[in-house]
């Protein structure tokens, strides 16, 4: 029986830099949620590269089944609370964008550091999860 996970540094550091943000006293919950979408955006990829190549009878196949149409949950949360909020100056938008940049990184790192695994091996990284800056035009308008 394991009694400890043990995150690779990688891993590791990313968990620390939203933890970081979760706990910070000053910046609001808009900017916990931004640090989520690049995740919220990547699981719902890999999910619809994956579930044709999977049997229903893998372990984690309903993971991947409900996975697969689960975008944009965080991002519609994230216009609400942006569209109620007074953060509309650049100060604001500068901060949200250099918390998705952070993110997005880290999770392009995570993301190629499982490519050796069995089960990713055939995945291919998508162009967006290279960019360092929120995709405005797959914004939800409100």
């Not at 830099?17 to 706990?23: E, K, L, N, W």
């Not at 949950?73 to 901060?95: A, G, M, P, R």
């Amino acid at each position: 029986m394991v009694s400890v996970i043990t995150l690779t540094p990688v891993t590791q550091q990313y968990v620390d830099f939203q933890r970081s943000v979760f706990t910070h006293p000053s910046l609001p919950l808009m900017y916990s949620l931004i640090v989520l979408m690049p995740c919220e955006r990547l699981w719902p990829w890999i999910a619809n590269q994956m579930i044709s190549k999977m049997n229903p009878s893998f372990c984690y196949y309903s993971w991947v089944y409900y996975n697969k149409d689960a975008i944009g949950l965080v991002e519609n949360l994230i216009n609400s609370l942006y569209l109620k909020s007074s953060c509309n100056d650049e100060f604001c938008i500068e901060k949200a964008q250099e918390l998705y940049s952070t993110a997005i990184a880290f999770e392009r790192d995570f993301f190629a550091s499982t490519t050796n695994s069995k089960l990713v091996s055939d995945i291919v990284i998508p162009s967006w999860l290279n960019s360092t800056t929120i995709d405005t035009d797959s914004v939800v308008e409100h």
